[in-house]
């Protein structure tokens, strides 16, 4: 079991990235990506989790109606769109695996047993 993601970078405020997570080791419809953030001295936090059997997502309100995730079954890989990103949103990125299909409503890191490396996003003001 494998993530990587990829797609962080520094963007002004009100700008846009596009983050991937790549996965690889298990079968594409049978799980739940989780993205999560986390900024210096501050916890983990679910931004957003996604089914990749059904496509029900779950956002934080933190980032409901500025980010969207979706994915491609094709290449195993999962998106997160951000929009109109904010200084706040800096952190460093990180995707998760889960294999229990209700997970993606509760989107809590420590239900997620797989991650990625992470990928930093920073926000300039």
């Known amino acids: 079991v494998q993530l990587v993601e990829s797609g962080g970078g520094l963007v002004e405020a009100g700008g846009s990235l596009r983050l991937s997570c790549d996965v690889s080791?298990?079968?594409?419809?049978?799980?739940?990506i989780g993205w999560f953030r986390q900024a210096p001295g501050k916890e983990r936090e679910g931004i957003s989790c996604?089914?990749?059997?059904?496509?029900?997502?779950y956002y934080a309100d933190s980032v409901k109606g500025r980010f969207t995730a979706s994915s491609d079954a094709s290449t195993n890989t999962v998106f997160l769109q951000m929009n109109s990103l904010k200084p706040e949103d800096t952190a460093i990125y990180y995707c998760?695996?889960?294999?229990?299909?209700?997970?993606?409503?509760?989107?809590?890191?420590?239900?997620?047993?797989?991650w990625g490396q992470g990928t930093q996003v920073t926000v300039s003001s």
């Open positions: 998760a695996a889960d294999f229990r299909s209700q997970t993606w409503r509760s989107c809590l890191a420590r239900d997620f047993g797989s």
């Open positions: 080791g298990f079968t594409f419809g049978y799980y739940t």
């Open positions: 996604y089914s990749t059997d059904h496509g029900g997502t």
